[in-house]
């Protein structure tokens, strides 16, 4: 699998943008995926992440205004964001990697990356 990130821009704060997480090559309902964000000043910093079932998790800077989906016949997982801060400027990369059905994948450490999309936020 080979992950394509996209739908980054510049918003106003409270705007909202959808990046997209496409996925190349067979088997993507197998795979987990999460996004992940980095500045020049910060480490990786976990956004989300949606298990092959469904089940969803959110950085706890997130607060609701995130939303992880994924839809399989289309290999791509969404990460709609909501209510913007300058705060959420960074880049965002998606991950993925295989996992049984019900992996807990709280702690899963991705080794399938893609690309980042630039998300900026103005005040």
């Known amino acids: 699998v080979q992950l394509q990130a996209s739908g980054g821009g510049l918003v106003q704060a409270g705007g909202s943008l959808r990046l997209s997480c496409a996925a190349s090559?067979?088997?993507?309902?197998?795979?987990?995926v999460g996004w992940f964000r980095r500045t020049p000043e910060t480490e990786r910093e976990f956004v989300a992440s949606i298990g092959r079932s469904g089940d969803t998790f959110y950085g706890d800077f997130v607060r609701g205004r995130f939303t992880i989906s994924r839809d399989n016949d289309r290999k791509t997982v969404y990460l709609q964001m909501n209510s913007l801060k300058p705060e959420d400027t960074a880049v965002y990369y998606c991950?993925?990697?295989?996992?049984?059905?019900?992996?807990?994948?709280?702690?899963?450490?991705?080794?399938?990356w893609g690309q980042g999309t630039q998300v900026t936020v103005s005040s």
């Open positions: 991950a993925a990697r295989s996992t049984i059905l019900s992996a807990d994948i709280r702690n899963l450490v991705y080794n399938i």
């Open positions: 090559g067979p088997s993507f309902s197998r795979y987990a």
